[in-house]
């Protein structure tokens, strides 16, 4: 399939981010199994652990994937958008989850969260300003 030069960036910073959003239930997932903490009692009988929905690390990765869902997929249902801000968008997330998962000082998380957010607003008022 051929696209244009700025679909096929759109495109590609939006596979990155569908992949980064791809890969946190695969993260979840070895850190229960690792740590051995899982929410449903089958898994403690296959792996060993126990039940618990309340582990600081797993509750904080589940937090900073569920914050990618609120703002990635929006970001998506936006396409076709510009290549800087498809940067822009791309590297506010990163810096987002790594300040998420690295609990490092505010304002940088929501900074970082901001920054996505001020992307899908003006995404949103461009297209809707394109609309006749």
Not at 32 to 58: C, L, Q, S
Not at 71 to 87: D, E, K, M, Q
Request: glycine share 6%.
């Amino acid at each position: 399939m051929a696209f244009d030069g700025e679909m096929r960036n759109a495109i590609w910073y939006s596979a990155l981010l569908l992949l980064k959003l791809a890969t946190f239930p695969l993260f979840v997932g070895l850190n229960r199994v690792k740590n051995k903490i899982f929410v449903a009692e089958e898994d403690t009988v296959m792996f060993g652990g126990h039940v618990t929905y309340t582990d600081p690390w797993i509750e904080r990765i589940r937090r900073s994937h569920l914050n990618d869902m609120e703002n990635i997929l929006p970001f998506i249902g936006l396409l076709p958008s510009p290549v800087a801000l498809c940067r822009v968008f791309l590297t506010a997330r990163v810096v987002h989850t790594i300040s998420y998962l690295t609990g490092a000082p505010q304002p940088l998380r929501a900074l970082s969260w901001a920054i996505g957010l001020l992307c899908n607003v003006y995404l949103s008022w461009l297209l809707l300003s394109g609309v006749q």
